[in-house]
Structure formats: structure tokens, C-alpha cells
Nanobody
């Protein structure tokens, strides 16, 4: 089994910064995508940023230029540096990893428990 643990959420004023971390543990052969999603109250979960095993990154338009995703493959960890935060960034942030547990296993999605980010105006 694979377990994801997130950290780094909290309360910050508009214009401030936060750094989220998500570390995976358990039976891991390889990790493909490492993504960050978020879900605001009353809204659907949406993709914020994506990191591929090949080093590519993709961002939602609403965070481009403000958020940066990075990964440390040796530590099975992904980070999300969030700068110039806005009140509309308030949400629960989730990490998602696409993991192969053994060489022959299929890839499966694993999710973190979520971490609250609140941006005050």
C-alpha cells in the first residue's frame, strides 16, 4: 500500500506565500505524475499543477506565474510553492501520485488527505 502525507497549509494574508509538501511512503517501484489539486467549498476539485516523471510541468491558468511545482524523486516528494496568494486560492489542497508498486503492477492513483489553505483579504 502507498500512503501520502501532506503538510504546509495554513492561514496567510493576501499577497503572502506558502509551501506545501507531499511525501509518499510504502511499496513504491516508480512514480509517474505528481499533481496538486484543490477543492473550494461548493466547487469541484480542479487541477492546479502537474509534474511528470520526465521533468515537465503544467499549470492551470489561474496559478501561472504565481505557483511552482517541483519534485524530489529520491524522497518521493512533491512541493508546491505558492506566491502572491489571493483570497480565491482558499481551498483544500490535495496531492495525487500515479504509482507503480512493482515492475509488473499497473499504475494506480493515490491521494493525500488534503491540507487547508486559507487566504485572508
Amino acid at each position: 500500500q502507498v500512503h501520502l502525507v501532506e503538510s504546509g497549509g495554513g492561514l496567510v494574508q493576501a499577497g503572502g506565500s506558502l509551501r506545501l509538501s507531499c511525501a509518499a511512503s510504502g511499496m513504491i517501484f516508480s512514480i509517474g505524475y505528481m499533481d496538486w489539486y484543490r477543492q473550494a467549498p461548493g466547487k469541484e476539485r480542479e487541477l492546479v499543477a502537474q509534474s511528470t516523471s520526465g521533468g515537465s510541468t503544467n499549470y492551470a491558468d489561474f496559478v501561472k506565474g504565481r505557483f511552482t511545482i517541483s519534485r524530489d524523486n529520491a524522497k518521493n516528494t512533491v512541493y508546491l510553492q505558492m506566491n502572491s496568494l489571493k483570497p480565491e486560492d482558499t481551498a483544500v489542497y490535495y496531492c495525487r501520485f500515479v504509482v507503480r508498486t512493482t515492475f509488473l503492477a499497473a499504475q494506480n492513483d493515490y491521494w493525500g488527505q488534503g491540507t487547508q489553505v486559507t487566504v485572508s483579504s
